[in-house]
């Protein structure tokens, strides 16, 4: 199909969109690309780092084959990820204690293997004509994007994981998003994987709701826990928040299998916090989920590689997100 990028519909641009929920027409035919529904981003307002992840498109992707020269126009969305004085929310920059890079590329991943890093900017990519493309958007940025040119679409994996969990699934750390947690785990085990990683947050059983999917999910990877080790007060309050966000996902996905990843190894692991040592917080994730059918654990410390961290503290880098997910998909095989 020939794309006018002041005309072309909603429904048409999300045939081509892969991992994510739903498209939103935006100004002069630019889309933006939705991988939490509006009442879940409502949830996620309490503070704007929360707010300007969740409107990022981390995990999703363009795919198509194009029948002539085909353009792609980009447009960052900049969007403040500190809380006003007057906001009362946590200052998540100072708990962290270092500066966030958040420095990422466009990724263009063609049929042969190539893959071209393109530089995160306003502007145009061209592709030309006769090519089967994969191109990967920002994990951590807000972009609108239009099309031009004659494309056609390549049929979605009918099979859908989701994940959900903090920085380190929504993909912080990571700096081609063709490297992301969700694309490699699409390339070992030929699901798809939509991305409601979100960072900073701590576990948020409210940000488990009704999803408006196709078919029912095929898993559930969770990924919590690190930033609550930090903020939290006490075990009992971890362990419940936690018995909570599975009940949430029993009531909306009742037979969906769930992996709970405990959280990966860190810099700080022999440091105590206010709710106790690093493995007495592992425990209380791992107790929360024995009253649940089908939720296994993946145990974190076992699936980090400590030495390819891209912060040396907290991220892993692309390595150790490899490395991750080999561990993962086998678990979810």
């Given at each position: ?153 390549i049929g979605r994996n009918p099979s859908m ?83 909570a966000l599975l009940g949430r996902i029993r ?83």
């Open positions: 199909m020939e794309t006018d990028r002041y005309s072309i519909s909603e429904e048409y641009f999300f045939s081509l969109v892969h991992n994510a929920l739903s498209v939103q027409s935006a100004e002069d035919g630019f889309f933006r690309i939705n991988r939490f529904t509006s009442t879940q981003k409502e949830e996620a307002s309490a503070h704007p780092l929360y707010r300007a992840m969740a409107n990022t498109a981390a995990g999703a992707c363009l795919r198509f084959k194009t029948r002539s020269v085909v353009q792609l126009e980009i447009k960052r969305i900049n969007q403040s990820l500190l809380p006003r004085a007057n906001e009362g929310a946590l200052d998540l920059a100072s708990l962290y204690g270092r500066p966030l890079d958040l420095e990422e590329s466009i990724d263009v991943a063609y049929e042969d293997g190539r893959v071209d890093y393109l530089p995160l900017k306003h502007g145009v990519i061209e592709i030309g004509p006769s090519e089967q493309v994969s191109i990967y958007l920002p994990l951590h940025h807000q972009v609108e994007v239009r099309l031009s040119g004659e494309v056609e679409s994981h989701l994940l959900l969990g903090d920085s380190i699934m929504q993909g912080v750390g990571i700096h081609h998003p063709s490297q992301s947690l969700g694309s490699m785990l699409e390339t070992l085990t030929g699901s798809g994987f939509l991305n409601q990683g979100l960072a900073g947050t701590l576990i948020s059983p409210r940000l488990v709701q009704e999803l408006p999917l196709a078919q029912p999910l095929a898993g559930i990877i969770i990924g919590y826990g690190t930033n609550d080790w930090v903020v939290r007060e006490n075990l009992a309050e971890l362990r419940w928040e936690m018995f009531k909306f996905h009742p037979l969906t299998p769930v992996v709970v990843l405990t959280p990966l190894w860190r810099a700080d692991i022999q440091q105590a916090k206010r709710m106790g040592s690093f493995a007495e917080m592992q425990a209380a994730l791992m107790q929360a989920t024995k009253c649940f059918p089908k939720v296994s654990v993946a145990d974190g410390l076992s699936l980090s590689l400590r030495d390819s961290y891209d912060d040396e503290f907290l991220h892993p880098g692309s390595k150790a997100v490899a490395f991750l997910a080999k561990g993962l998909a086998r678990q979810l095989s």
